[in-house]
């Protein structure tokens, strides 16, 4: 039987997944010998903001309630750009990103403003879409002193423009969407040159509180649902490294008893000798409220 692979992808959202989220994952993750690739949000934490996927997301309340949002990321981040203000994220931490590419892991570009782009890319102007790269890549820079390999589309949300960015950002690959395997993707009729690595697996607020996965057996599930080769994990800085960390510790454990794999998604794609055209398309997936970017037909 194949190997099985788990290319880990963190996802860290907000100023408060930043400071305790992180530093709380690259801990359990150095005492597994762990490496993955860490994508940051480098602009202002508008969380609170999100309150309006309440009135344009059917779902979106119910995945709330199902997940203890308020418990998870607490009633501050919930209320930062609405009633608090948004705090800078990266500026406010970038001893936590040098922290975490001095550890050996990989260290990526999120976004710069997370609620802004899942919730209004579709309406960007492209000179928009650029500039919400363009300033998350400048300040990388800057922490880092080096350019950004890789970007991750906050909710697995694209367009036809943000795919277009990225290819002139000449990064090695980017993990916009959810999907099965490898591919170059195609969208509105247009074939982009920006490998996509997407997530494979369902993530942990996407199946809590369905069909009977709790924190306690969140594992189970992800150890029963590995297929041979190449899986794609994202996990969130604010979950697995805050609300249900135990859990994840968990997880890596049977991970290493049984033998899996874990790398990370620079090293995924190095392993890549070809890919298909696939297209890119937005719809909705189980347990999520909202659109998100889904592999679809492949070309032969």
Not at 58 to 86: E, W
Not at 87 to 115: K, N, Y
Not at 194 to 204: D, E, I, R, S, V
Not at 240 to 263: H, M, W
Request: aromatic content about 8%; proline content about 7%.
């Amino acid at each position: 039987m194949a190997e099985k692979i788990v290319a880990l992808k963190v996802d860290v959202d907000t100023w408060a997944g930043t400071r305790d989220g992180v530093p709380a994952l690259l801990t359990d993750m150095a005492r597994f010998g762990v490496k993955a690739t860490f994508y940051f949000s480098m602009g202002p934490d508008n969380s609170g903001k999100a309150i309006r996927r309440l009135f344009t997301r059917p779902g979106f309340l119910k995945k709330m309630l199902r997940t203890k949002a308020p418990a998870a990321y607490g009633i501050k981040t919930m209320l930062y750009g609405t009633l608090l203000p948004a705090p800078m994220i990266a500026e406010s931490f970038p001893e936590v990103l040098r922290e975490t590419e001095r550890q050996g892991h990989e260290v990526g570009i999120h976004c710069w403003d997370h609620v802004r782009w899942h919730d209004y890319l579709p309406k960007f102007p492209k000179p928009l879409t650029e500039s919400e790269l363009g300033r998350a890549a400048a300040l990388f820079r800057e922490i880092l002193g080096h350019r950004a390999a890789t970007t991750a589309a906050p909710g697995w949300t694209v367009s036809p423009d943000s795919l277009e960015v990225q290819d002139g950002m000449r990064l090695s690959y980017c993990s916009d969407g959810r999907g099965t395997h490898p591919f170059y993707p195609v969208m509105d009729g247009r074939r982009f040159q920006t490998l996509q690595l997407p997530t494979t697996l369902p993530t942990a607020d996407e199946i809590l509180g369905e069909n009977g996965v709790t924190p306690d057996n969140i594992h189970q599930f992800y150890l029963d649902s590995l297929q041979p080769g190449l899986n794609v994990l994202t996990i969130h800085a604010e979950l697995e490294g805050n609300a249900i960390r135990p859990s994840f510790t968990r997880l890596l454990e049977r991970f290493k008893a049984d033998g899996v794999r874990c790398i990370t998604l620079s090293e995924a794609a190095r392993e890549i000798s070809d890919a298909p055209a696939c297209e890119l398309l937005m719809g909705e997936i189980a347990g999520r409220a909202g659109k998100v970017a889904i592999q679809g037909v492949c070309q032969p």
